[in-house]
């Protein structure tokens, strides 16, 4: 047999399968939906709020909600040391709005 | 046409004789590009799944939460504020929520204790829901098991089981021990009409700047966070810009492309005399360099083959255990969850032009000059 058939029945195989995958995921899609459908139920009336994937520590429990501080608050020096610190994003629109929300003559009152 | 195939075929053929001259060498580099691949799709697949979660699974999270704040930390809310922010118009529900974390000195696990907001949901007095990892990690005997809970030495409250929560919602739920109220109180030792924040539903999402500019104004000290802050907290959660995506793909991605730069670019002595040779038994320019471009295209297609398809195994199939060990960090509850499949597209393409192209495109630079100098020249 000629190495080219090999190859090529090779890389047409993995294409196939990649194929499969997609089909896999198309056709697992409407029980995953189900699924979600109960699990958004549970979240609902339970009143959650977060993913429970990091359970390190309390402010890693609820990133949504935690202080944006929470690094430094059990003592002044303590940097983030939980692994999944390294997961959570700085806040979109930063840390401050900028500016002090109320008027010039508000300031000179 | 048929011709054409026929000697791109005949070509192909060629370069695989040549590759497998230099089997070890090549069979290493098309499995290092494979794992490189496969490092990078995990990664993809897995965020994005997770982040598709997020997106549904949270879409029933409260609309607006007010947190007390007291000397910059968190503090219990109390429940005189729900009937001032229940006058605000707009708001269509309001409730205290009561939740706490009991950290387990029996096994160093932190549990999530927290009453239902719903109240048909609450377990009757001395019983408790608990989430899919608590079994688990507290070894509960049998199904009914009841589960004591020791807030200090000498302590020991006891719960019975009314339900264990599914794994199917592990993702949220896996740490949970819901109480009724009563419960929840006497464990925690809280005085009554306290909260430990304020959830709010909103009848209209496009009011929820003005409710929150007027609970501002009332609890100037309050700390609100709306759906859409959750949200995006999670969409970013995972982004390619943060941390520990981009070290663990940024270094392999940064060694592979060292690599195969090193290995495309700088021409060995052998390679040059092969293209000497070939040229001076009438190869012309055109041939050397598609058979070079059939070089490039099989090692980097078969790498992007192997590397996409074991990654989708990984995570769908082996709910990407390679990344569990990362995402538990010290943890010692980690749910048992199994992610949508998905495939998207676009994020493939994007792989398939970030990982082939560069490789096809490195591979020809070198040859073309090697290509297009004179045999003689090169042979020497």
Redesign the interface.
Known sequence: M???SI?FG??AA??A??AL??L??RI??AP??A????????????????????????FT?N???A?L?TAF?DAPMSFEH???G????RP?AGFGRGELRFGPEEVAR | MTSWLRRQRALAEYTLAALARRRIKNTGLLLIYAVVIFVVASATLFATALRKEAEVVLAGAPELIVQNLVMGRHDMISGEVIAEIDGIRGVAGIKGRLWGYFYDRLNGANYTLMVPLDPDMAPPEGQAIIGESLPRVRELPWETAPLFLSRYPGDLVRFDIAERLSSESALVSTDLILLNEADFRAFFELPENVYTDIALSIRNPREIDTIVEKIGRLLPNARLVTRDEIARTYQKLFSWREGIMVLLAGASVLAFVIFASEKASGLSAEETREIGILKAIGWDTGDVIAMKLWEGGLISFSAFLLGTVLAYLHVFAFDAGLFASVLKGWSVIYPDFALTPGIDGLQLTALFFLTVLPYVAATIVPIWRAATADPDQVMR
Request: glycine letters at 4%; a positive charge; hydrophobic letters at 55%.
């Open positions: 000629r190495r080219t190859v090779f890389l993995g294409t399968m990649l995958a997609a896999h995921a697992a899609a995953e939906r699924r979600m459908a109960r699990s958004a139920a549970l979240v609902r009336a339970v009143g959650l709020t977060d993913l429970a994937l990091f359970t390190e520590a309390r429990r990133p949504a909600l202080d501080q608050q939980f692994p999944s390294t997961f959570a994003p979109a």
